[in-house]
């Protein structure tokens, strides 16, 4: 708590993969907290979608409210989206947390719904800011007819001139080690981001050894000015 005491951080925010389609919306909520926790009255909240390839970049200031539900398509007014949402908060006054309690619900058209917390985010100006090595896992592994696992890597603020190394080891629930194996990706501008595949990385011959099998996944990269924590999980393929 003494360490935790010293912290000093104007700017909160998280980052959440972004996939907006004629099946889905993503709606963001969280609470005035910082009101009723800290007596902080003049943050400013903005959010900013910013494609898979960097090319894209739209920005909104956000009117806090008591409960706030920010529909992503109805407020940016788009049907077809795919990279990140950057969720920012910002304040004169001494926020100490640089993490958000926002929450990203995924809601498909057929009436599913998957949320996340805040996870990954892009590091403060006062925050170090080296060439940080991160590893995701802790998540169940379903590999059938009916879901394949997946994850979203994004990069920092600087951009890269080589392509980005990600390694994955997968382990059965015994943490044996089934194989591991790694792959360079085209993730060079700031920014860029991608919702990865388990057959992005495995052959047909290493896929049928999942199939069905109980298995998690670590996932290995580094990537500078920013906390590494990945949003990742089972995709649905029939209800997308």
Sequence with gaps: ???RNQWVNNRASAVFPCYLNKNNEQVLSFQNYWLWKANIADTEIYITLINSK?????RKKINLTTHNEIFIKKIFKITDFQGLINFEVFSKKNLRFAFPAVYCFYLNKT???SCVHSSG????????SDNFK???TNFLCKLNKDFEP?????????ANKNKKLIELEVKDKNNKKILKTKKYVDLKKPYASK???LKDFLNEKNLKKLLNKEFFIIIKYSEKKIYGRLVAGNYDKKND
């Design 54 to 58: 960097s090319s894209t970049k739209i």
């Design 150 to 158: 997946f994850f979203h890597i994004f990069k920092g603020p600087e």
């Design 134 to 136: 991160f590893n995701e």
């Design 111 to 113: 009436g599913l719904i």
């Design 1 to 3: 708590f003494e360490s």
């Design 195 to 197: 919702i990865f595949f």
């Design 121 to 128: 985010r892009i590091l403060n100006k006062n925050e170090k």
